[in-house]
């Protein structure tokens, strides 16, 4: 598995009548880009806004230290 920042965008209506486009990250873990893409559409608050996605990065090196995940 592999970290993933999904970058997404939405319009939220009660935010100046949704004329502003809004931005947050999501982070998931996955074994690739496609399989993030589709973990990310299933979430409640990526359907809830009508997101779509800006971007997607594999997040594995942070201020020179190895990202490892290891389920708990």
Known sequence: MKLFQVHTGFYDPNI???FYEGHTNIFVCAK???DARKIVKEKKE???LKMHIDGIQEINVVDGYKVKLAKI
């Open 16 to 18: 100046s009548d949704g």
């Open 32 to 34: 690739d880009e496609e």
């Open 46 to 48: 990526y359907k809830m």
